[in-house]
């Protein structure tokens, strides 16, 4: 673990310019940097970085963040190693926390058997390049495949020699361990013999999504032998400290940057279809390796696109395969389409026999969602067979019920209805049984199902997230602004008089709402927490509803007295980079009226009469968002006491009735 001193010193020494210029052109543009967005593709630069506000922002795809963010986003790697790639760029001597000993011995592992495939991998590339086996073998094979030498030496293809012990022997005298040589699989090691699990294979090193050699897979070159696995085509690494095979996805490290630019991911099932791809000019290709698709392996995917294209052969096998593994991916809430190839070709020889615009023509044109794919293909098969047509259908709706996203489930049922030529009712019914819905409600609970799916919920809940948004703004553009608010009608004391109301008893005198609210006199960010901390405070803790919008709330509050000034660098350092930079960079300030002023006034008055203006446009702001934002609440909090059967409610709807048409003449004295 990395110490927060050294993490807080490396964040403070990084430069969000200098972070993101050796990755982007930047051109100067005022007091901040333009260039074009690394994370999509456009002509016409939208990308800009403040080096005042520590932040990036892209107006065309939205991404937005500081150095660390961007490292984290363009690398595709974890918050630590962020930390560690800044560390090593600005000279920051990174000395990690105590580990125990087994750690320790863990840790060291780990890397010596990183150094040991490193080793390994330059071993194979030279004895391809430099010797006359390795030329006349290994590199005649990959020429004869149509690989270019920049592909070849891209992909850092090698060749491991056909006598024996080459590897291990060389391994072994240049000072590596014969254990850590074992437990990457690189030898095999008897009583009497040492050999290389891979003599006489031509080699594709496999790397991990930041680059780093963790296995290899070989392909026999030579006739097969008692010591190569019955002579299996193809071998891989067996799984390691370092390699798993169902976590990783070969060329992960070269497609991962292309994959999020086109915001989509190609899938094909060997090593030579991915080179061929690339080599295409088709980046955003990678491959399962010949396993069956994993769940970590669709993980991996998710963490760069939610988009899945899977290309197979065009002939009946590529057809059948093309219909496994799909339901774990649409667990997953992705979007998963079909490609299938023209018939006698695979991915390696249709990228060889076309151009790069061919291909992406190709694939635009021809690529379906998995679901209409094979809906489409079943109806002709089934078409004369009602009992293999019923069971299709089931299959179907097995399939479209895995899918997480309600709103997709819809969409699919009747795309897949049409198509079959079935009642819609029934094929939702289906589906809502393999979900365990029940099929059959009482009115009662028919109606009342309606009224909680009904889209003007969440079109209610979406406006109350909406409204957490803008006061979170506000909280991070104005929070240590002063502002001056009369008769501030405080939302306490207007809860507090009606709550009264409901519970008076002999020695408890209500307090009429006519008498006159103080006025409010402070910063911005004591308004905001004070109206918002008293709302309906009941045997009720506030808290906001939005996950994200609730901890920057939270951590605001939690260590203002010990930030101040820096408490937005703080947000956007070490609680949430991307949602504070794009507060920061957002040119909506308060909406100024600016009027015909007389041009005999001197600069000094109109600066005062802007800031007047100004404070009072921002006091209106500030009370229209947080009066519509806790009508809401109460509106969303009626709605659901109304739907209890709790019959003690009706005092509580009563009491949120009179405060929600009191904030409803409130508002309608403010929009202007």
Known sequence: MIPQDTI??????????????????LRKAGTNFKGCCPFHDEKTPSFVVSPAKGIYKCFGC???????????????????????????????????????????QRRDIRESLQIVNQYAADFFEKSMWETEEGKSVGLAYFVERGFTEETIRK???GYSPQKKDAFTETAEKSGYKLEYLQKVGLSTVGENYKLDRFHGRVMFPIMSVSGTVIGFGGRVMTPANEHVQSGAKYINSPESEVYNKSRTLYGISYAKNEIVRKEECILVEGYTDVISMHQAGITNVVASSGTSLTNDQIDLIKRFTENIVIIYDGDNAGIKAATRGIDMILEKDLNVRILLL??????????????????????????????????????????????????????????????????????????????????????????????????SLSYKQTQTQKTIDTPVTKKQVDKILANEQDIIRLLILYGQRKIYIDNSDSLYEITKHFWEQQNRNPNNTPKKYNEPNPDFNGLVKDYIFNELSNEISEGETFHLLNESEKKIFDEYYSHYEEKQENINDYLRDFVDAE??????????????????????????????????????????????????????????????????????????????????NVLSNQLHHYYR
Not at 8 to 18: D, F, R, W
Not at 65 to 84: L, P, Q
Request: hydrophobic fraction near 35%.
């Open 62 to 104: 939205g991404k937005a963040g500081n150095a660390v963010t961007f490292i984290k986003e363009h690398e595709k790697c974890s918050y630590f190693d962020a930390i560690r790639y800044l560390g090593r760029k600005y000279h920051v001597d990174i000395v990690e926390t105590e580990l125990t000993e087994e750690e320790k």
């Open 155 to 157: 992909f850092r293809l």
């Open 342 to 439: 023209p018939n006698g070709e695979d991915p390696d020889t249709f990228a060889k026999n076309r151009t790069s615009e061919e291909i992406a023509e190709y694939i635009t044109a021809n690529k379906t969602d998995f679901l209409t794919f094979r809906t489409r293909l079943a109806a002709k098969e089934t078409e004369n067979d009602p009992i293999q047509r019923a069971q299709f259908i089931n299959s179907i709706a097995g399939t479209i019920a895995k899918i997480p996203n309600q709103i997709k489930r819809a969409v699919f049922i009747q795309e897949c209805g049409k198509i079959l030529n079935i009642d819609n009712n029934s094929f939702t019914a289906q589906v809502n049984k393999i979900l365990g819905h029940p099929t």
């Open 579 to 660: 949602r504070i930079a794009e507060i920061l960079s957002d040119e909506r300030q308060v909406d100024v009226f600016y009027w015909n002023k007389n041009k005999n006034q001197n600069q000094e008055e109109k600066l005062e009469e802007e800031r007047k203006r100004e404070d009072e446009q921002l006091s209106i702001l500030l009370k229209e968002t947080i009066l519509e934002y806790i009508k809401r609440r109460y509106e969303l909090k009626k709605e659901i006491l109304g739907k209890s059967s709790d019959s003690n409610n009706y005092r509580m709807i009563d009491f949120l009735n009179q405060c929600i």
């Open 8 to 25: 807080e010193k490396i964040i403070g020494l990084a430069h969000v310019e200098e972070v993101i210029g050796d990755f982007v052109a």
